[in-house]
């Protein structure tokens, strides 16, 4: 699967800004995935186990062998010993087979996937669009079976998905007693969909045939279905369900089987109102892990989504909606309660316009040996898990061999402007590159796999100040926090560029009468940083790579440039809208500030620390040599970073590890190293010396000429042989990194808790009756430290929330519900449940279960 560009409808990232239930039998036991903030404290949390210590630099194992591996082999090629881990996470239907196998496996939210609809009104008025009709598209999740689809298709191992935002994550469970309430106002329902449908397809003028279906000015109403047959199997079955569903309430419903190559164009490609599809399967993979999701509604919905494209211009949504979901990416609002107010009204809202239908939150399985030990990402899986690599390992050992199998590799070139962004490429690049990449922040950081906050993995030191009244939370204390009346950018901020000159250009030049931003993210960087963090190659880090990246995130977009690119053009002219400038304070110590109007709700995930990697959101790093030659190549004509330029002008897309990019590559490094090229000299001069040029570029001849590749990096790993027609890689320890090998070993295991309630199988209405909730991690009580809160929710025989409340600690591991008599009283006779949500601290999913019982008068 494709982050970025693929899935960019729903992704929030932005260049330069932060980028910023199936009920259980009595006395159930349900241990939960992981919530939402993370410990006090300035180090990482605590681990679970007090590990072993160690002498040993960078990562634990001696070499990583990666090659492709089929997903229907994988549990066979691990029981084989051909491989000891598959990273590439497997749909849910698997998950038996891997407990059957005896391995251990990981378990990650995936992909989420839903029906993507055609809101337009045809151009051809002889042809109705149903789904032109809100209260039609409204009526679809009462088609759908949810559950249906998640035991037969993704036999039970996925979650039933109502909402844009993510089946219990962070902003799910605190919207708990809402998102709740509209799940059972909205469950299976086909009476009552088939009763809206048949009203509105009557009202927009069509005639329900003897043959029961549905027909408009003398023909069938036909839905071209765009059905996804490619990817991981799973969207055909669903498209198939959905479509089934769709003829037995009278619809003609014309099946187009297409891979993702052949369905976008029609999709995102077309005009809307053309009619050339009604339905589409649709699938994405969060950019990150998922706790600031207010913008997703005018991602997903609203034609003012940064998608920009079809079909979400020709949605025409209702005004409300259209204002809140605005407010809400735009950070429009001036408390937690306000924004959880807007959140909770959108989320009704949204099921009113139905532009999607969401139908599956996918839990996906990365299978590996029982030797093996894996940290992994519990929203996103461990290939886009930032400190996996790190952590990877043969349990109890040091060193050794490590085969990993995956889905593909080198799908596309390699390089961090316009290149490679599949998660299976990026999943191996994080290897080789220092704490997370730029969007949770950057490099400085690391991103905690659990909670999906930051703790410092290169900074010495960070303050975040921002413009008093914005919903700023701080969870961490490493991050020192302030709020101002106004946030004054300073006179020299670089905010903007001019490509002629090859200078930036200053706030005080492009806003004479003063500029101001919401957010200043400030951080300084340790005193021997320049001594300590060397690139694979050998050269220390230096002030060049970091005003290089910079530069780079810029110097694509303008037109005086000789990079200059159209297709990265737009998404940088986006990013400038927030973006309010660079400072650099000091270069010893390296002290950097960054302002944006664009900010998080979390103070951590404000911190942009500037580290030189993508500017655009992909995995790797930058050293200035490698943006230097490859920037001379594109200037020359003979290379693109993007496969839109690329194919613009017919020249190699640029790749850092094959192909005919390398020999181009080759020619212009000798050139650079004749001339002590200093790329952009009129700023970069500054930064950097004709002495670290020629440094640079030696010890870039001599990697390129040991490794024939030209990837480098500052991380654990180094990339040591390339086999892109073979499709597999070598990577090997990189000794002189500048961390030990435990340093965030303590995120070896998350601290899920497994929870159990238990009460009275009997409640007289109108009498109080007391449940008690079990909270345990590893059969231990899990302490009442750890855990945020304990909420629980009460439903009556119709399924609807009668209350919501939050339980009473007793102990460690022991929490107690008291129904009052007031509460009972609101119960009808006959079957009635009562669920509790756990929200613990180091993990960010809750744990639920349920209880069932019966109301008597």
């Known amino acids: 699967m494709k982050l970025g560009k693929i899935y960019a409808v729903l992704s929030l990232l932005v260049v330069f800004s932060m980028l910023l239930a199936a009920c259980q039998p009595s006395g159930s036991d349900t241990t939960g995935m992981p919530e939402t903030e993370a410990p006090s404290m300035t180090e990482a949390p605590a681990a679970t186990e007090a590990p072993a210590q160690t002498s040993r630099h960078g990562g634990w194992l001696d070499e990583i062998d990666v090659s492709v591996v089929s997903g229907d082999s994988a549990i066979s090629q691990l029981q084989a010993g051909a491989i000891d881990y598959f990273s590439f996470g497997l749909a849910s239907d698997v998950y038996p087979a891997i407990k059957e196998a005896g391995l251990k496996t990981t378990q990650s939210f995936g992909s989420y996937y839903g029906i993507s609809f055609n809101p337009a009104v045809f151009t051809d008025t002889k042809t109705l669009n149903p789904f032109s009709d809100r209260k039609i598209r409204e009526a679809m999740n009462w088609l759908i079976d949810r559950n249906y689809v998640n035991q037969e298709i993704y036999a039970g191992g996925s979650l039933p998905k109502l909402f844009t935002i993510t089946t219990q994550l962070v902003e799910y469970t605190n919207l708990i007693d809402t998102a709740r309430s509209l799940e059972s106002k909205y469950a299976y329902n086909l009476d009552k969909a088939k009763e809206i449908i048949d009203a509105e397809m009557t009202g927009l003028g069509a005639d329900l045939g003897p043959d029961g279906k549905w027909q408009y000015n003398g023909a069938p109403v036909t839905l071209a279905f765009l059905i996804r047959s490619d990817g991981d199997g799973t969207r055909k079955p669903m498209g198939d369900y959905v479509a089934n569903q769709l003829e037995s309430v009278g619809f003609t419903v014309d099946r187009q089987y297409k891979t993702s190559s052949e369905a976008f164009p029609i999709w995102l490609g077309t005009a809307a109102a053309d009619g050339q599809w009604s339905m589409y399967t649709a699938g994405y993979i969060p950019s990150g892990f998922p706790r600031d999701e207010r913008a997703l509604f005018q991602q997903g919905y609203l034609n003012t989504s940064i998608q920009a494209g079809e079909p979400y211009i020709s949605n025409v949504s209702d005004p409300e909606f259209q204002k809140l979901g605005d407010d809400l990416a735009q950070g429009n609002f001036s408390s937690p309660e306000e924004r959880q107010k807007m959140m909770a009204r959108a989320l009704e809202l949204s099921l009113q316009d139905s532009l999607f239908v969401w139908v599956i939150d996918q839990q996906t399985y990365s299978p590996y040996n029982n030797n093996v030990q894996v940290t992994y990402d519990l929203a996103t899986g461990p290939e886009s898990t930032n400190v996996g690599p790190y952590n990877l390992r ?6 050794g061999t490590m085969r990993v199998g995956t889905n593909d590799l080198f799908t596309q070139p390699w390089n961090t402007v316009g290149g490679s962004n599949w998660v299976w490429d990026a ?42 009244g914005l919903p700023i939370q701080q969870n961490l204390d490493w991050v020192k926090v302030n709020s101002v009346d106004q946030l004054d950018v300073p006179a020299d901020a670089w905010v903007d560029w001019d490509a002629k000159t090859q200078k930036f250009i200053t706030a005080a030049e492009k806003f004479p009468d ?5 957010v200043m993210s400030r951080v300084t960087y340790p ?11 050998g050269s220390p880090i230096s002030v060049g790579d970091f005003v290089m990246s910079m530069i780079q995130g810029f110097d694509p977009a303008k037109k005086d440039s000789p990079i200059y690119d159209e297709s990265l053009a737009a998404s940088i002219d986006a990013g400038l809208v927030a973006f309010k400038g660079y400072r650099i304070v000091s270069t010893d110590p390296l002290v950097i500030e960054a302002y944006s109007d664009s900010y998080n709700k979390d103070a951590e995930l404000n911190i942009l620390p500037l580290w030189p990697a993508s500017a655009f959101g992909l995995a790797g790093e930058n050293s200035w040599p490698i943006l230097a030659i490859s920037n001379m190549a594109e200037a020359a004509g003979e290379l ?17 590890v094959g192909g005919p990019s390398l020999e181009i590559l080759s020619k212009y490094l000798d050139q650079a190293a004749s001339e002590s090229y200093i790329p952009y000299e009129p700023t970069l001069g500054q930064y950097i010396t004709k002495d670290e040029a020629d440094l640079r570029y030696s010890n870039f001849k001599k990697w390129y000429a040991n490794h024939g590749h030209f990837w480098v990096g ?30 965030w070993s303590v995120f070896s295991e998350p601290k899920l808790a497994t929870t159990v309630l238990d009460g009275p199988g009997q409640v007289k209405v109108g009498e109080e009756a007391v449940f008690d909730a079990t909270v345990t991690f590893k059969d231990k009580p899990y302490p009442q430290s750890d855990i945020q809160k304990v909420k629980y929710i009460l439903y009556d025989a119709t399924g609807a929330v009668v209350v919501v409340g939050d339980a009473t600690a007793v102990a460690d591991g022991q929490y107690q519900v008291t129904l009052t008599s007031e509460q009972t009283a609101k119960l009808q006779t006959g079957s009635a449940r009562l669920e509790v949500a756990v929200v613990p601290i180091p993990v960010a999913v809750p744990s639920f279960t349920s209880f069932d019982f019966v109301a008597i008068p």
């Open 527 to 537: 005193a021997d940083l320049f001594q300590t963090v060397k690139w694979h190659d």
């Open 714 to 743: 500052t991380g654990p790993y180094y990339l040591d042989k390339v086999f892109t027609t073979e499709k597999s890689l070598v990577l090997k320890q990189n000794a002189d990194f500048v961390d030990l090998s435990d340093r």
């Open 514 to 518: 003063g500029l101001t931003a919401n």
């Open 394 to 399: 043969f349990a109890g050992q040091e060193g």
């Open 427 to 468: 999943g191996v690049m994080r290897a080789t590159t220092m704490g997370t990449s730029n969007a949770v922040g950057g490099a400085g950081l690391m991103a905690d796999p659990y909670t999906g906050l930051a703790y410092p993995q290169r900074i010495e030191s960070a303050e975040l100040t921002y413009k008093k």
């Open 640 to 656: 693109a970073y993007t496969s839109d330029k690329s194919d613009l002008e017919k020249v190699e897309n640029t790749s850092w």
